[in-house]
């Protein structure tokens, strides 16, 4: 659970990191499935009666570029944790920042490819419930 509320300037003094741990996590998560369908068929040829030592050697590369990417959408994940930045939707970039507005708990909502912080939405709406600030 989140224990840091931001204000809209703070949320947007940490956009420039936030910015980039999204963009990883939405690169690393598009990639995840072509890595494992990768590991798969690397895995498959390897078994195969009269694999290759190239066959082998496919399967240890792929197996690390999985892993290596595993690492680093985790890593990115948690940094944004870290930051008590709240990831809604890896596939889109999609995070929000805890504040309060007229005393009331909300949520900053942004997207990737957003300049800026300029939407809110209560709690619970989600990004359906985004609103101007």
């Not at 570029?65 to 939707?89: C, F």
Request: proline residues 3%.
């Amino acid at each position: 659970m989140p224990t840091r509320t931001y204000r809209v300037e703070e949320a947007n003094l940490a956009l420039p990191e936030v910015r980039l741990l999204t963009a990883r996590v939405v690169e690393m998560s598009a990639q995840l499935p072509e890595l494992e369908d990768e590991v798969r068929i690397a895995e498959y040829r390897s078994r195969r009666p009269g694999a290759a030592a190239e066959d082998e050697t496919r399967l240890e590369e792929s197996s690390a570029r999985l892993h290596g990417a595993e690492e680093e959408l985790v890593g990115a994940v948690s940094r944004l944790d870290q930051m008590d930045v709240q990831l809604k939707d890896a596939r889109i970039g999609l995070v929000d920042f805890l504040s309060y507005r007229h005393g009331e708990l909300i949520e900053l909502c942004w997207k990737l490819g957003e300049a800026e912080i300029a939407h809110w939405h209560r709690i619970g709406e989600g990004f359906a419930g985004r609103k101007l600030l």
